[in-house]
């Protein structure tokens, strides 16, 4: 059975870090792409970065040069890493299995979630 | 903004039958495929459809997807009260540097 299971999350203040993990089982990390995803209060799901099973890393705009995916294929466990946090940056994240073709490209499983929480 | 667009809200009756219509582009639904979510309140999204209109395993024909031009359809017939969620679109941007897309979602309520 698939299974995605965050960690990580919490209460932060601006300007500091965090390391989001996704435990997973039932499959391997490294040979999909696996990406975040995170939801704002009361907002709609905005994708957040993916890392292909070539190890290709990419992110959206708001949060390049800020966060970085990563994986540890011994331990079958998604990471990112966030740094200089902001108040916009409060969502809860989630982890989820990317499948098909680019062109055709959807999130078959997700993980719970885990809340991150930026303020002071 | 969402780069596609969904209606905020959709009501209908239980046993009647429901559309949520997404809206985008040529650089997206336009050439690309649209899968759709389900999130129940609380819970993490769950894929409903995929590729336009397959089901993944264990997802009801109730439920049901099409696409035509840059319009994508979610469609749920026989609704329920645990049907009660919202309902989000997603596809691929190919003009965009981050293009993975949602819309910005829709509110089912079962009267």
């Known amino acids: 059975e698939v299974q995605l299971v965050e960690s990580g999350g919490g209460l932060v203040q601006p300007g500091g870090s965090l390391r989001l993990s996704c435990a997973a089982s039932g499959f391997t990390v490294s040979s999909n792409y696996m990406s975040w995803v995170r939801q704002a209060p009361g907002k709609g799901l905005e994708w957040v970065s993916v890392i292909y099973s070539g190890g290709s890393t990419y992110y959206a705009d708001s949060v390049k040069g800020r966060f970085t995916i990563s994986r540890d294929n011994s331990k079958n466990t998604l990471y990112l890493q966030m740094n200089s946090l902001r108040a916009e940056d409060t969502a809860v994240y989630y982890c989820?299995?990317?499948?098909?073709?680019?062109?055709?490209?959807?999130?078959?499983?997700w993980g719970q979630g885990t809340l991150v929480t930026v303020s002071s | 903004q969402s780069v596609l667009t969904q209606p905020p809200s959709v009501s209908a009756a239980p046993g009647q039958k429901v559309t949520i219509s997404c809206s985008g582009s040529s650089s997206n639904i336009g050439n690309n495929y649209v899968s759709w979510y389900q999130q129940l309140p609380g819970t993490a999204p769950k894929l409903l459809i995929y590729?336009?209109?397959k089901r993944p395993s264990g997802i009801p024909d109730r439920f049901s997807g099409s696409k035509s031009g840059t319009s994508a359809t979610l469609g749920i017939t026989g609704l329920q009260t645990g049907d009660e969620a919202d309902y989000y679109c997603g596809t691929w941007d190919s003009s965009l540097s981050a293009p993975r897309v949602f819309g910005g979602g829709t509110k089912l309520t079962v009267l």
């Open positions: 989820a299995r990317e499948r098909g073709p680019i062109v055709a490209t959807f999130f078959d499983y």
């Open positions: 590729e336009n209109n």
